[in-house]
């Protein structure tokens, strides 16, 4: 073998290596939020969602050009915000938003598009001007990028379809809870997967009954109903 192709093997080698090890431990890391979000208390995830976000900063910290680290370091700082002060969640959530638009500008396809669907919940679920960021229109763009970059995706079709709820567009919701329910489950996350095609599944018999589901929006509830610190 020449000493050119043996430095392309190792280059080529290492490179997988490098992606192979990441893949794990960002896993590792969805895994351990299915379980925080989906099998644990209020006050279990107040104390456990900031340890998993410390885990998501280090892995960044590691690998400061991989987009995964930073996408879920947003998801884990957005999800912790429903357990915040609306002054903190505030700061929370533009947190995440930087960190997202980061990812988006530099990697648009990492995770399947999993950084426009985050970013777009965002957009929907917070106040708007003057409070927060928050923006309809932007909204719905977004998440029409995640479904282009992935149509399967269970994540992208469900928060997609409870969009759509905040539009009273049921028909079109019903549409997209259909699509998530029938995605395909990843190997590696089967957990996380099957618990939110059993809410796609909820949703979409409420959704069917015009029922609508409980909590949906965290994040505006908590600008009306939170104490302030």
Same mark, same amino acid.
Do not use: C
């Given at each position: ?9 190792? *280059?080529?080698?290492? !490179? ?22 989906? !099998? ?14 410390? $885990?998501?900063?280090?892995? !960044?910290?590691?690998? &400061?050009?991989?987009? #995964? ?28 938003? #930087?960190? *997202? ?28 001007? &003057? ?12 998440? $029409? ?5 992935? &149509? ?18 049921? #028909? ?48 505006? !509830? ?6 302030t610190e």
């Open positions: 073998m020449k000493k050119t192709t043996l430095v392309v093997f190792l *280059l080529l080698s290492s !490179s997988r290596l490098f992606a192979s090890n990441i893949d794990s431990q960002i896993n590792q890391l969805e895994s351990e939020w299915a379980t925080i979000y989906y !099998s644990e208390s209020s006050e279990q995830q107040h104390e456990n969602y900031p340890l998993l976000i410390q $885990k998501a900063k280090t892995l !960044s910290e590691e690998h &400061p050009h991989a987009a #995964e680290p930073l996408i879920w370091q947003a998801i884990l700082i957005a999800t912790n915000a429903a357990h915040q002060s609306p002054f903190k969640a505030l700061s929370s959530i533009e947190t995440a938003k #930087e960190l *997202l638009e980061q990812t988006i500008n530099n990697q648009p396809k990492a995770l399947e598009g999993a950084a426009q669907v985050v970013l777009a919940t965002l957009y929907y679920m917070t106040p708007g001007w &003057p409070i927060s960021f928050g923006n309809q229109d932007r909204a719905e763009l977004l998440f $029409k990028e995640a479904l282009k970059i992935n &149509p399967l995706s269970i994540d992208s079709n469900y928060f997609y379809a409870e969009y759509l709820l905040t539009k009273d567009n049921l #028909e079109k919701a019903q549409v997209y809870f259909k699509r998530a329910i029938s995605a395909p489950i990843r190997q590696n996350q089967i957990y996380a997967d099957t618990q939110l095609q059993k809410e796609a599944h909820t949703a979409l018999i409420n959704t069917q009954q015009r029922t609508p589901e409980k909590e949906r929006n965290k994040f505006l !509830s908590l600008f009306s109903s939170a104490k």
